[in-house]
């Protein structure tokens, strides 16, 4: 890690797990040794409208609010979210969607959130075993074996 703070942003509908991705980021990144802020916003999440979640991470962070144009990384579950939320991303950063991971060929599709994180996972610098620890601590043991695989395949794919 440098001392750079690093931004993303995560963006869904309701029910595809955005929060729960920003939790096992913040976890992994906090596991790492750094400064972990995160901030969300739910709003019509229960009715599939639109979700996001923002983890700021680095030696420190003093917000948890990411602004406009300086997300490093916008990672979409929902590709339909992509424009809605693309003023967050800075101008060299790096969007992230389901055709980064061909969602159609997952397991299940409920392990896209994970798929995804294990693409970001290549760009961050955070050591496999954080990340493992982070979807350990955060996703139940019945579906765990599945999502840390689908993990490293992501992390470990050709770009």
Not at 32 to 61: I, L, P, T, Y
Not at 102 to 124: E, F, I, M, P, T
Request: aromatic share 4%; glycine share 8%; with cysteine.
């Amino acid at each position: 890690m440098n001392d750079k703070v690093i931004n993303v942003t995560f963006a869904g509908i309701g029910g595809q797990g955005v929060l729960k991705a920003s939790d096992i980021l913040a976890e992994a990144a906090f596991l790492a040794g750094c400064d972990v802020k995160k901030s969300e916003v739910h709003g019509m999440s229960q009715r599939g409208g639109s979700v996001s979640s923002e983890v700021r991470f680095g030696n420190r962070v003093n917000s948890p609010m990411v602004p406009d144009g300086e997300s490093d990384y916008l990672v979409v579950l929902a590709t339909d979210q992509t424009e809605v939320n693309r003023h967050k991303l800075c101008s060299d950063g790096m969007l992230i969607t389901p055709d980064d991971v061909n969602a159609d060929q997952l397991a299940n599709a409920k392990c896209l959130n994970v798929a995804l994180l294990g693409r970001l996972s290549r760009h961050l610098g955070i050591k496999e075993e954080y990340w493992i620890q982070a979807l350990t601590d955060n996703l139940p043991t019945k579906v765990l074996e599945l999502n840390v695989k689908i993990f490293r395949e992501k992390a470990a794919a050709e770009a």
